[in-house]
C-alpha cells in the first residue's frame, strides 16, 4: 500500500467555522508533510512532523493547528480562516524524513473559505 | 536548490523527447535534485532523483552537469497522459520549484 489518503476531498467553510482536515498513510513512514497549494502555484511547505513530533513550522498563521496523533494520522485544525486560506491542501510522507526520501502525497483537500 | 528557475511552459507533440531544465546557481551540498509530476487535482507525484552524473529509470533521465548548478529531466518519446505540471525539488529545504507546464498535442 503506497497510498496516502486525505479526507474530505472538498470542504467549504465559513470564517467562524472550525474543521479539521485528516490524512493517512499505512507504509510505516515516520514523516508527515503538510503543503498549501494556491491555484497555478507551486506547493508551498507548511509544517513537518518527524516521529510524532513537529520539527517544522514555516511561520503559518495560529488559525492552522497541526497534530499528529500517531505515525500513520496526520491533522489539521482550522479556526476562524480568511477567504484567501482557500486552496488545495496536500498531506505528504515519507520515510524517515531524511534528506534525499521521495515524499509520497495525497490527492489532497480543496478548501474553500466564504 | 532552494532558489529555483524553471520554464513556465512548453509544447511538445506525441512521440517527441522532451527535455525541460531548471537552474539552481545555489543548491546546497547535501540536497539532491528530484523531479516531480501533478496532474490537475492531485498530488505531486515522485518522478526521478539524482546527485550528480546521469540517473535513469523506466520513466526519464535526469542529467546534472559536474557543477550541479543546473539539471535537465528528460522525458522519452512523450504521450499525451504526460501533458502535467514538472517540479524541480530542493530536499534540503522542502522547496518546489516554479514549475514547467507541458502541453502534449496529438
Known amino acids: 500500500d503506497t497510498e496516502v489518503t486525505q479526507t474530505p476531498k472538498h470542504l467549504v467553510m465559513g470564517m467562524t467555522n472550525k474543521k479539521s482536515l485528516k490524512c493517512e498513510q499505512h507504509?510505516?513512514?515516520?514523516?508527515m508533510y503538510w503543503y498549501k497549494q494556491k491555484a497555478k502555484k507551486p506547493p508551498e511547505l507548511m509544517f513537518v512532523?518527524?516521529?510524532?513530533?513537529?520539527?517544522i513550522n514555516e511561520s503559518v498563521p495560529s488559525r492552522f493547528s497541526p497534530e499528529c496523533p500517531n505515525s500513520s494520522l496526520l491533522n489539521l485544525h482550522l479556526h476562524a480562516l480568511q477567504p484567501e486560506d482557500s486552496a488545495l491542501y496536500l498531506c505528504?510522507?515519507?520515510?524517515?524524513?531524511?534528506?534525499?526520501?521521495?515524499?509520497?502525497f495525497g490527492s489532497g483537500t480543496q478548501l474553500s473559505v466564504l | 536548490l532552494a532558489k529555483t528557475t524553471q520554464p513556465i511552459s512548453m509544447d511538445s507533440y506525441e512521440g517527441q523527447e522532451v527535455n525541460i531544465t531548471c537552474s539552481h546557481n545555489?543548491?546546497?551540498?547535501?540536497?539532491?535534485i528530484t523531479w516531480y509530476q501533478q496532474f490537475p487535482s492531485q498530488g505531486p507525484r515522485f518522478i526521478i532523483q539524482?546527485?550528480?552524473t546521469k540517473v535513469t529509470n523506466e520513466v526519464a533521465s535526469l542529467f546534472i552537469p559536474a557543477d550541479r548548478k543546473s539539471s535537465t529531466l528528460s522525458l522519452p518519446r512523450v504521450s499525451l497522459s504526460d501533458t502535467a505540471v514538472y517540479y524541480c525539488?530542493?530536499?534540503?529545504?522542502?522547496?518546489f520549484g516554479t514549475g514547467t507546464r507541458l502541453q502534449v498535442f496529438p
Open positions: 505528504a510522507s515519507s520515510r524517515t524524513g531524511a534528506t534525499n526520501e521521495k515524499l509520497f
Open positions: 507504509m510505516g513512514h515516520r514523516a
Open positions: 512532523y518527524s516521529y510524532e513530533k513537529l520539527s
Open positions: 545555489n543548491i546546497a551540498t547535501n540536497d539532491y
Open positions: 539524482g546527485y550528480k
Open positions: 525539488f530542493s530536499t534540503d529545504k522542502l522547496i
